[in-house]
Every structure is written in C-alpha cells, then in structure tokens.
C-alpha cells in the first residue's frame, strides 16, 4: 500500500471518529456556501458540509487567528439540494464534505444571483454565483498569493504563519494591484474575475474579506484542499492550476482571459502551457516579478524558478512587472486593452 493511501485511510479514519463523537456531543451539520459562476445555460453552486458546535461561543482574541479554520470536521456523502431561481437539484457532499452541483437550465439572467444550499439536519444557508453574459468576451484569472496579497506560500513556515497565527486582518495586499484590477474592470465593466489559488478552501472567508476591505473586484474564488490525494501526499498545485483553467475555458468558449500571476513558483509555465494549448482563450499573460527576498522565501532562492523570457514562450502578448501600478503602465500599451 503507497503511503498516500495509508494517509489518506488514517485521515479518513480520524475524521470518521470525530465526526460520530461530535455528534454525541450534540453538534449539528453547518452549510457553507462558497460564490459559483456559470453562463446561461448551467451553474457550479459551491460549498461545505461541516459539523459546527451550536453553543459555540467566539471570542475575540481568537476569532480572526487563522489556524481555527483548519480544525474542521467535514460531512461526508451528505445528502443536499440547491435551489437556483425556481429549479432544485439533489446532490451529495464528497469525501472531504464539498458540494459542487450542477444546475443546468436555471434561467438566471447575467449578473450575481442568491442561491440556497440545503443540508439535511442543517439550518438552510443562502450562497452567490456569477451568470456571465453569453456575449461577453473578455475576463480576468488572477493568482492570490504573492500576486494580490503578500503571503510567501508556499514555503511551509511561512505560510503556517500567515494562514494559522497571523491575524488575519493584518495581510498587506501587494501594492497597486487594487487599483489595477479595478482600472481593468471599468474598461471591461461585463469581465469576470476569477480568483484561482493552491490555497486551502479552509481560508476562504478570510480571502473573501481581505479582497473587499482592500477593494479587488469582486468574483469567484477556485481554491482546493489539503491533505492526501490517491497520487500524492499533498495535492498538485500545478494540476489543480491547469484542471480549473481548462474548466472555464469549456464553460466559457467566447471569452478570452487576461491570466495574472507571478514568478515566485509555476505560474509562468501553467499560463505558458495554457496560451499554447488553448490560444484562443488566451488575450495576454501578466507576471509579477517578485524581489529577491521574496524569492527567496517563496522556494528558497533568489531567482525566479522560470525566467519567463527565456524557459516560458508565450506567442500572445505578456507584460511583467514588480507591482500592480508597473503592471497597470504595461498593461495600457497593450493594443486591446
């Protein structure tokens, strides 16, 4: 038996335990709803099924420390529905307690809609999903962090730090990426902004207000879970980076992407690979370049891994630069932008 597969059972194990002694303790499933996008014709509802403890009471001198969203107890094979607009569909949560339903035919109209999640022996929880216009034909994926937010992941002390003590109010955003961003949504008031990260979906409450508090544009968010996988004991950030691109390229086949990233890990040859394999969902490549000591936080050197210029070959425009004001002066000598 690989050793993935004796991780994975002991995880599966442990949470089996604690999921039936939660419940003689009288906890109750809890549903998180995560924002969801799709076009005219389906939509993703996303979200959690978690065991929550009623008498709960948060304190706040622990509320905002990161490492709290890790301790979760996760329900598996949960029966749920969702409801969008009049149409309701029946699902179950996976191993790891997430929902993702496809709704197809919901005759939503373009633009942020509610939807309900229901979870059985769960109170009804209310989540968001973005319709995109079938005529719109430019959007924005964007990397989290190090190229939004100064976070230095995925170098493991680090990211602890940052993910688990920190407080989570004290992230620093990059500087002038805001401003870019929405500089770029009012050119394109009708883009989608995707958020796509190797970050833990544990983390997406907090990532969700620091964009709104340091006013990114508001969009989706595509994170992923930690812990074994059939293959590995950690899951791919490179595959989970390349599946998702390719999802919403089929989801969306008239839109073109600005994909936003920096050179601190894989991001130049995912993008790379991504304008080479699907060109016609490409519209441009922007890098941020981090410093030497981010660099060398990020995977232990001072150079990037890739030099974009010389490893990545990019046949569609790319602009690079050390922050968002630099990458906002490139981007508008773009000729499409």
């Known amino acids: 038996m690989a ?3 004796i991780a994975r059972k002991v995880e599966s194990t442990a949470n089996a335990y604690s999921l039936k002694r939660s419940a003689r303790k009288g906890w109750r499933p809890s549903v998180t709803g995560y924002a969801g996008y799709g076009n005219e014709e389906f939509v993703h509802v996303l979200g959690r099924v978690l065991m929550h403890d009623p008498a709960a009471e948060e304190r706040d001198t622990w509320a905002q420390r990161g490492y709290r969203q890790f301790f979760t107890i996760q329900v598996t094979h949960h029966e749920v529905e969702v409801t969008v607009g009049g149409k309701t569909v029946a699902g179950t949560t996976n191993d790891n307690g997430y929902i993702d339903v496809l709704v197809h035919d919901h005759g939503l109209e373009p633009g942020w809609h509610e939807v309900t999640i229901r979870a059985k022996g769960a109170e009804e929880a209310s989540s968001e999903v973005l319709i995109v216009d079938k005529d719109t034909t430019f959007g924005v994926v964007s ?3 190090d190229t939004i937010m ?3 992941l995925p170098r493991a002390m680090i990211a602890a ?3 688990w003590v920190k407080r989570t109010n004290t992230r620093k955003p990059v500087e002038g990426m805001a401003s870019f961003y929405r500089e770029i949504s009012q050119q394109h008031p009708e883009a989608p902004f995707i958020y796509l990260s ?3 979906w544990n983390t997406y409450d907090t990532l969700v207000n620091f964009m709104a508090e340091n006013g990114f544009p508001r ?6 879970d930690w812990g074994p996988t059939p293959t590995g004991l950690f899951r791919n950030g490179l595959e989970h980076k390349r599946v998702q691109l390719r999802n919403l390229f089929i989801a969306f086949r008239k839109l073109r992407w600005l994909l936003i990233g920096d050179d601190g890990q894989h991001d130049p040859i995912t993008y790379a690979d991504a304008a080479a394999e699907h060109p016609n969902h490409v519209a441009a490549v922007a890098i941020r370049n981090l410093t030497p000591q981010e660099q060398l936080l ?3 050197s001072l150079a990037p891994l890739v030099k974009v210029n010389e490893q990545s070959s990019f046949d569609i425009p790319l602009i690079q630069g050390t922050d968002g004001n630099a990458l906002a002066r490139a981007y508008r000598t773009l000729p499409s932008s």
């Open 298 to 300: 990020s995977h232990g």
């Open 161 to 163: 730090w940052n993910s």
């Open 198 to 200: 190797t970050g833990a």
């Open 143 to 145: 990397d989290i962090d």
């Open 150 to 152: 100064v976070t230095w």
């Open 3 to 5: 050793l993935s597969d």
């Open 219 to 224: 969009g989706p968010l595509l994170l992923t």
